[in-house]
């Protein structure tokens, strides 16, 4: 098992990676003194697969577990579910000191997180990230939200977990197509921080999509390393945490020109990378060579390198309306090599739209 620690002060946390783990949830939870009563979030896919083995566990060690299964998807990271959580808190009689535990992907993780910030101003929070994308970025940095119908992430908090366990295992029940989501996610830190990682990733992509269990605990850790390295340097986001954004910025721009239904979140994030890697290669930071691996990695990791549906014109307009933007202007994360980031915000236009009409699977229309 490795151990990843987010160092924060007195908010300072560990973050447990291993496979076959997730029945040491309960023994883990007695480390901390936490009341007996406790809650488990989860939703109707993750739930049939590993909540029984949580509950357990959590028995074994002598708790009182509730427990809540939410439909499956964005759509309960909303307001009106989180209200029906806090009747559930309420009706169960939990305490300051009672638990709330996210069991499954991204959507659990916020919305339970964010219950877990505002329910009697805040309980202990513990997270089990089951889908990658959780285990290597949402569960680390302690942004917690729900969405409103205006916005998606515009209603929530900076709250830090107790602990965060991570089971590797829990990945084989990933539809495939989630599986390359939190790959993009991966590879974005190989390209912001470490080209060792990068590296890794291109000479070991049998490995990793069929997830041997060393691999993925490796890649794993290192994401969270990573992260928990940017997060602990800053906390909640002036700058820094900006890197993480790298392919971002064009990802929410495909994103909202397809409405949110033709890609998800981690092939927008591929698609915006190569957008960025071009940007970076116009402004005299990357050669030739430099982009050609990055693309191939991510082919290689089953995400596109352009998207369908969408024209250069909305992409442009799109990019202005991104929440990302400061004082007007744009921010784009590049790269000077890879494992190496620059900000600029004063990349001249003719480079944003041949890099954005570079990305159209259709082509310029
Ligand atoms: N807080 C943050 O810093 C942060 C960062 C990135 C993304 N997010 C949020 O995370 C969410 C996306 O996360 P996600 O991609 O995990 O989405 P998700 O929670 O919807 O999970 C994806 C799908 O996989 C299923 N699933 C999860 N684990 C599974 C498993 N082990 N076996 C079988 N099925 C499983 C889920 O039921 C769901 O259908 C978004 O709401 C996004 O805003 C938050
Ligand atoms: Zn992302």
Redesign the pocket.
Known sequence: MNEVRVSLGERSYSIHIGNGILHTIGENMNAFSFSRKTLVIS?T??AP?YLDTVVNSLQEAGFVPYTAIVE???KS?AFATAEQLFTTCIEAGLDRKSPIIAL???????LAGFVAATYLRGVPFIQIP??L??QV??SV?G???VNHPLG??LIGAFYQPKFVLIDTD??T???PR?LS?GLAEVIKYGLIADNSLFTYLSSHSEEVLSLEPDAIRHLVTRSCEIKADVVERDEKESSLRMILNFGHTAAHAIEANTGYRLYN?GEAVAVGMVAAARISKDCGYLDNEAVRVIEEQIEQYRLPLTASDCTEQELYDLLYHDKKMIGGKLNWVLLTKIGETKIRSDIKEEIIHHALASILADGVK
């Open positions: 939703d896919n993750v697969l499956a998807g964005e990271k499954g992907g991204g959507v659990i993780g916020d089951t889908s994308l959780a970025d949402s940095g942004k917690v939200a998606k992430n829990t990945l029940t990933l539809p989630e989501t979140h």
